[in-house]
């Protein structure tokens, strides 16, 4: 199946994007690995006609609207995200009315059309970064993700009026579930995604994007981590450094959205360039302005 995928993917002048938390062996298959951040980039970079992305919807989306003209392609398309679920672009345009003054910043966990009503855009790599170019008096609503919003604010000391949204496979850690993994391996480092609450990100060492761990996991001196977010990370973090050990705060962060994407639909999207990303244009243009605000900045 990985030589019929790749025979395709060479037909169609395609390539794969898979993100950080889809399964090992659809990472291995990609072209390109990483995490929002990461994939966005590539995704203005990459010389192919097709692309193929191995995610969750949003991120498919905010591909295409990076690269109108070319297809773009998901492997299964009810792979969706109730995070961006949790706000809708109608709900956003009240908010906004209400505070007629505030700059909209979205996670780039939200759809298309909620980005299409925002002043930008950030990912878990890069919100501490982006939002400093803010003055720390400017009134932010921030959205939809309330713990990312609140890490970036407590970083910078400042206030963001935040949406109630959340991860629900980041929202099954607990500080005591930090806790007991410290127990269970004495002295090692714990590294938490910032979509976690704020008990959780203060019980951890290290509060970093996906890339972020890769990062560190890389180039620091320590030899175990203890890692704190969906455990398709861990395919990466064991290939990038085989030397070290990595141990799940709990076995039990699996996303269902990111494991959507098989080797078997992943050949059918090709096979029968199927399930093609749409954006209304309208949409897609406007999205474009915070999406592109943001890769300025980063």
């Known amino acids: 199946m990985i030589e019929e995928i790749k025979a395709l993917k060479k037909e169609l002048n395609a390539v794969i994007l898979a993100h950080n938390y889809t399964r090992g062996e659809v990472q291995d298959v990609a072209d390109y690995t990483g995490d929002s951040l990461e994939l966005a980039r ?18 498919a989306e905010t591909a ?3 690269n109108p003209k070319k297809t773009v392609l998901i492997p299964d398309p009810s792979a969706g995200c109730p995070m961006a679920d949790m706000i809708t672009g109608e709900e956003l345009r009240a908010l906004k009315a209400k ?20 002043d930008m855009c950030v990912t878990s790599g890069n919100a501490e970064k982006v939002m400093k170019t803010f003055a720390a008096d400017e009134e932010i609503l921030f959205v939809p ?11 910078l000391g400042r206030t963001y009026s935040l949406w109630p949204g959340y991860c629900p496979t980041h929202a099954m850690l607990t500080a005591k579930s930090i806790e007991d993994a410290r127990a269970r391996h004495p002295g090692v ?10 008990d959780v990100r203060d019980a951890a060492d290290y509060n970093l994007s996906t890339g972020g761990m890769c990062r560190l996991a890389r180039e620091s001196e320590e030899k175990e981590f203890i890692v704190g977010t969906e455990l398709g990370i861990l395919h990466r973090l064991q290939k990038e450094s085989p030397e070290k050990k990595f ?52």
């Open 42 to 59: 590539k995704a203005t970079q990459v010389d192919a006609d097709v692309i193929v992305f191995c995610g969750v919807y949003f991120m």
């Open 64 to 66: 295409k609207i990076l």
């Open 99 to 118: 505070h007629p003054n505030a700059k909209a910043v979205c996670y780039v966990n939200s759809t298309a059309e909620v980005k299409a009503e925002c």
């Open 145 to 155: 993700d309330q713990h990312l919003g609140g890490h970036i604010a407590g970083l």
């Open 189 to 198: 480092k714990v590294m938490v995604h910032p979509e976690c609450a704020k």
């Open 247 to 298: 141990y799940p705060v709990t076995e039990r962060l699996v996303c269902p959205n990111m494991k959507k994407t098989t080797l078997e639909n992943l050949r059918d999207a090709l096979k029968f360039r199927q399930h093609e990303v749409i954006v209304d244009e309208e949409i897609a243009c406007k999205a474009k302005k915070a999406i592109d605000a943001m890769l300025e900045i980063s």
